[in-house]
């Protein structure tokens, strides 16, 4: 065999070894640090309520008394974990997030406009597995790969594609925040778009009326404003603006303090999103957005920066894209002190520290103003030597 052929053949068995490697050393890690995977065992506690008639909203598992938070619908649809022994159930979360999370590395590269062959499929996943919020997802058995993949799959079909806006409706149906997309398509005036995903979800809330009215109920009438029961703000996983505001101000229960920014940090987000060159700015504008406004958003929450390093990639910003990858990786935010209340007696030095990412979407925010300023000035400068030259040639 030719030399060459042969070192083809090891040049494209590479990723793939390497892939093998990265997931053999998580599937270890968690096997090893025997992983509880809390999140899957409350969605399989869902799943049985359902199917046992329990009251969906006042059950608590795990020692941390963790309870239902997610619309009636998602309850149906975690009803097949039902019967799942808890290791196939821990095992099935961890190999349908990593195929998840190749999914949502193909989406990434369709929304940066750049094709994704098997090496660089499987060399991205690979390494994106280690970063915070994708492997904390993977910890937790949490269902943020599938919810950003039907987000994004959705919204990168071409224009017109049938029933395009329903996934994106389905996602709103199982986990709320999603639901600011719908905002942006409207914005965006994209109606037809909006509509079927507000059709979308409207199904889902018919879906979990029907099958549990009286939890149904109770969600859309209580327990949605409840954000207690889904966490602590105040602590340092909670990468949001009210989680930052609330660490800043040593203040559990920040009130207004959080409410006004959010509220003007919601408008600055979809007027930038709005005004957005392209769509994947849009996109990613709008996620962050939604990622700094939620009352709670768990580190976890962001791994919409899988798609956010690889627009910058495509971009040729390879420092920029670095430096997202570094923030992502560095987990600084657990190592302050965040046992019992510390998360409200930080320095003020370790605030940066505990709020990476709350920090990152406001720079971004704040770097999309600067550009599409810029973009707008060259723009109108432009158009004024236009007028001025047609002026002279009469």
């Keep these: ?139 937790y058995g949490q269902i943020n790969l599938a919810i ?23 996602a709103a149906g199982i986990k709320l925040t999603p639901g600011l997309f719908v905002a942006y398509l409207l914005l965006r005036g994209r109606r037809a778009e909006a509509a079927t995903a507000t059709a979308a979800f409207a199904a889902t809330v018919a879906v979990g009326g029907l099958v549990l009215p009286a939890a149904s109920v109770d969600f859309w009438t209580r327990r949605l404003f409840e954000t207690g029961r889904v966490g602590r703000p105040w602590i340092i996983d909670n990468q949001s603006l009210q989680g930052l505001v609330a660490r800043a101000l040593r203040d559990p229960g920040p009130g207004l303090a959080w409410v006004l920014p959010s509220v003007a940090v919601a408008a600055v987000g979809l007027w930038l999103a709005r005004r957005a060159p392209d769509e994947q700015w849009g996109i990613l504008l709008t996620a962050v957005t939604a990622l700094l406004v939620s009352p709670i958003s768990w580190s976890h929450h962001w791994v919409w920066c899988v798609p956010l390093i690889a627009v910058l990639l495509a971009e040729g910003r390879r420092r920029w894209a670095a430096l997202t990858a570094a923030l992502f990786t560095a987990r600084t935010m657990w190592l302050v002190p965040h046992d019992g209340d510390l998360d409200l007696h930080l320095s003020w030095w370790q605030q940066p520290l505990a709020s990476p990412y709350v920090l990152l979407g406001l720079a971004l925010l704040a770097g999309a103003v600067l550009r599409f300023r810029s973009a707008t000035a060259v723009a109108e400068d432009q158009l004024s030597a236009r007028i001025s030259s047609a002026s002279t040639i009469r």
């Design 148 to 170: 950003t993949c039907l987000v994004l799959w959705d919204l990168t079909r071409p224009p017109g594609a049938r029933a395009k806006g329903a996934a994106l409706g389905v």
């Design 1 to 139: 065999m030719p030399e060459r052929t042969v070192a083809l053949r090891s040049r494209a068995a590479t990723p793939l070894v390497l892939l093998a490697v990265s997931l053999s050393a998580l599937a270890v890690l968690c096997v090893t640090q025997h992983i509880r995977m809390t999140d899957a065992l409350v969605y399989q506690a869902e799943g049985q309520a359902v199917v046992h008639g329990r009251d969906l909203y006042r059950f608590t598992v795990t020692q941390w008394r963790l309870s239902a938070t997610y619309p009636p619908f998602a309850a149906v649809l975690f009803v097949p974990t039902a019967w799942i022994p808890v290791p196939v159930l821990k095992a099935a979360f961890l190999a349908g997030n990593a195929l998840l999370l190749a999914c949502l590395v193909r989406l990434s590269a369709r929304l940066a406009g750049r094709p994704a062959g098997l090496p660089l499929l499987c060399t991205a996943t690979a390494f994106t597995v280690w970063l915070e919020p994708v492997f904390q997802t993977f910890l």
